[in-house]
Antibody, heavy 126, light 109 residues
Framework: EVELVESGGGLVQPGGSLRLSCAAS????????LNWVRQAPGKGLEWISY????????YYADSVKGRFTISRDNARNALYLQMNNLRAEDTGVYYC???????????????????WGQGTRVTVSS | EIVLTQSPGTLSLSPGERATLSCRAS???????LVWYQQKYGQAPRLLIY???IRATGIPDRFSGSGSGTDFTLTISRLEPEDFAVYYC??????????FGQGTKLEIK
């Protein structure tokens, strides 16, 4: 069974840092791209970062670019999100999500997030 | 940047009724890249539909997706009590890589 378990959330002051982790099990971690998605309290979903299988392709939402760093350790089946210079608007639940697509001839179709963790809560407040 | 606008914001229906949820894109989106998720209160999102119309594994056939270009629809043919939740559409694009609609809350009337 595919399982993604986030950890590392908590209360941090504005300007502070946190490192989130996502532990994966039940599938071959090294062949899947991954994402971080967050949800502010009472709000919708916001995609914030993507990392490819071998970490060669990394993307960020403008809202976190330059402050957040995504990384992965395929040997440890783990995904990370280093969050620096945190702001109040970064408060929310952070989910990791597995990225799945059907690819042929270098083009990928039917891209979707087929498995999600339960989320870890981040609160940025003084 | 492609913006996804979902309507209505809230939909109030009774079990057994048919639900029709809309997702409109500000520019044309490939059907291959349009996805629907369901999120129940306090839970992580769950994949429902991908490729605009393909049901994910384990999703009941009362859920269906349709549409192309800028207009996409999620239909729930006969609402069950467990279907009352928030639904999000999502698209894969170039920059940003992914965007979500703001969600439609499906509530019991």
């Amino acid at each position: 069974e595919v399982e993604l378990v986030e950890s590392g959330g908590g209360l941090v002051q504005p300007g502070g840092s946190l490192r989130l982790s996502c532990a994966a099990s039940g599938f071959t971690f090294s062949i899947y791209a991954l994402n971080w998605v967050r949800q502010a309290p009472g709000k919708g979903l916001e995609w914030i970062s993507y990392i490819s299988v071998g970490s060669s392709a990394i993307y960020y939402a403008d809202s976190v670019k330059g402050r957040f760093t995504i990384s992965r350790d395929n040997a440890r089946n783990a995904l990370y999100l280093q969050m620096n210079n945190l702001r109040a608007e970064d408060t929310g639940v952070y989910y990791c999500a597995r990225d799945v697509a059907d690819c042929s001839s270098g083009t990928c179709y039917e891209i979707r997030f087929d498995s999600w963790g339960q989320g870890t809560r981040v609160t940025v407040s003084s | 940047e492609i913006v996804l606008t979902q309507s209505p914001g809230t939909l109030s229906l009774s079990p057994g009724e048919r639900a029709t949820l809309s997702c409109r894109a500000s520019q044309s989106v490939s059907s291959s890249y349009l996805v629907w998720y369901q999120q129940k209160y306090g839970q992580a999102p769950r994949l429902l539909i991908y490729g605009a119309s393909i049901r994910a594994t384990g999703i009941p056939d009362r859920f269906s997706g349709s549409g192309s270009g800028t207009d996409f629809t999620l239909t729930i043919s006969r609402l069950e009590p467990e279907d009352f939740a928030v639904y999000y559409c999502q698209q894969y694009g170039s920059s940003p890589r992914y965007t979500f609609g703001q969600g439609t809350k499906l509530e019991i009337k």
